[in-house]
């Protein structure tokens, strides 16, 4: 569980900080407004990241900051002002990151970088630079974002390494490395990974003019020329990463039911054509339509027939997890059961039915029952068109045996 403590003395700050917070955080967040409040909360709870203010009245030269990191705890700082001296003192002790407080923006980005850093927490990133010395400098600045970082001494090593691992969200590479140069290394990479997938961040020493825009052209999201500032490095990344996860939340929501919450249909669509290009795999694929649900509808509302659908929904989520469950219609449902064979699928769905036939609907202070029929088809070595077919005519004949029950085809 992640969990951010922020240390602010001001009161308005405070607010403008719990108002951010609570809109851009989706974690828990403890606020002190003194050091000896912070070592409390420290004292009794594990915490992710910090947010601290550099002067408090119980801490007016930075002890706070000296406090979270001698505790492990990473820390942004907050501050009114920094001067060289203090900036120094600040990046050689570990922050992750300073933000001034000159403007109101600035609260906005303190909090918009924390939440980045969390999504980093636990994402994986990889160094490719044939220098060891710069190798080891960019995986210490990741790890102090939270990634999780691998390295590579070439183009060569770092390709066999994203091939295998497709979980790694960003690439940090030099141009000139042996073997595969930062060229052939993008342009390789970006033949099995997209640009919304993977980041890429360019490198490349001073005076290397047309080298960035070659590096975009060839894929790369961005590009950094060494030496770079602190400051400068961690903006990059954190903006990259922050690009890529606003993909990530569009796309998503693209895939979701607006009034469920499940996946809907074309992602249904999208998901069921490419498990079935994985032939090896025994898949079962059902189709749940709820009965009468017009007389729900006509007797309670729209409304209640709103949230009779919401609530399906959610004991189809909790019924299924692990499995694809989608809205594919006004009030019916479709579940890909991957690795489910037709003989396995029958007795999950058909507890499900009788799981839901038994639950008591109270909406509105109104108390009724719902049923569900259910068509169940393989899903294996077929067309999706054919298995929809299938499961089709099966729902069809389970709305004509009286509903309330699983008819199978295979
Ligand atoms: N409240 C609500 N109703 C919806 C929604 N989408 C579809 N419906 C309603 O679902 C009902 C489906 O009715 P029918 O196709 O006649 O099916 P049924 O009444 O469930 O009967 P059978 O399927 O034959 O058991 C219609 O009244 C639609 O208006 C929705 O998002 N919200």
Not at 296 to 313: R, S, T
Not at 329 to 352: H, K, M
Not at 371 to 390: C, D
Request: proline share 1%; with cysteine.
């Amino acid at each position: 569980m992640q969990r951010v403590l922020v240390v602010e003395d001001s009161k308005v700050v405070q607010q403008v900080l719990r108002h951010l917070v609570a809109h851009y955080l989706n974690v828990a967040v403890d606020f002190a407004w003194s050091l000896a409040e912070a070592k409390e909360y420290i004292s009794n709870q594990n915490y992710t990241l910090a947010l601290v203010d550099l002067t408090l009245p119980d801490a007016m030269n930075g002890e706070v900051v000296k406090y979270t990191l001698e505790k492990n705890v990473p820390t942004v700082v907050l501050t009114s002002k920094i001067d060289e001296y203090k900036r120094q003192e600040m990046l050689e002790i570990g922050v992750v990151d300073y933000v001034i407080k000159d403007n109101r923006d600035s609260y906005h980005y303190a909090v918009k970088l924390v939440a980045q850093l969390l999504r980093n927490q636990g994402c994986k990133a990889l160094v490719a630079d044939d220098s060891l010395l710069s190798r080891s400098l960019m995986k210490q600045m990741l790890e102090k974002q939270l990634f999780d970082v691998q390295v590579a001494h070439d183009g060569e090593e770092a390709l066999k390494i994203l091939k295998k691992d497709a979980e790694i969200k960003l690439l940090m590479t030099d141009y000139a490395m042996p073997t595969m140069d930062g060229f052939e290394l993008v342009k390789a990479v970006r033949n099995f990974r997209g640009r919304d997938d993977l980041a890429i961040i360019g490198l490349s020493g001073a005076g290397k003019h047309g080298l960035s825009a070659r590096f975009i052209k060839y894929g790369a999201n961005d590009f950094l020329t060494k030496p770079f500032m602190n400051e400068e490095f961690h903006c990059r990344v954190l903006q990259t990463m922050e690009q890529l996860s606003l993909i990530a939340d569009i796309k998503e929501s693209a895939y979701r039911d607006d009034l469920t919450g499940l996946y809907n249909r074309r992602y249904f669509y999208q998901f069921a054509e490419s498990l079935l290009k994985e032939t090896a795999r025994k898949n079962s694929l059902a189709l749940l339509d709820i009965d009468f649900f017009k007389a729900i509808n006509d007797k309670f509302g729209h409304e209640a027939g709103d949230q009779a659908l919401k609530q399906v929904a959610s004991l189809l989520r909790s019924s299924f997890k692990g499995f694809t469950v989608a809205r594919v219609g006004g009030e019916e449902f479709a579940i890909v059961l991957a690795d489910i064979s037709l003989e396995q699928a029958y007795p999950l769905l058909d507890a499900f039915r009788s799981r839901l036939a038994a639950y008591d609907f109270v909406i509105n202070g109104q108390s009724f029952t719902i049923t569900v029929s259910i068509g169940l088809a393989n899903f294996q070595n077929v067309t999706l068109t054919s298995a929809m077919r299938l499961a089709d005519k099966a729902l069809y004949q389970a709305k004509a045996q009286d509903r309330d029950c699983v008819v199978q085809q295979s």
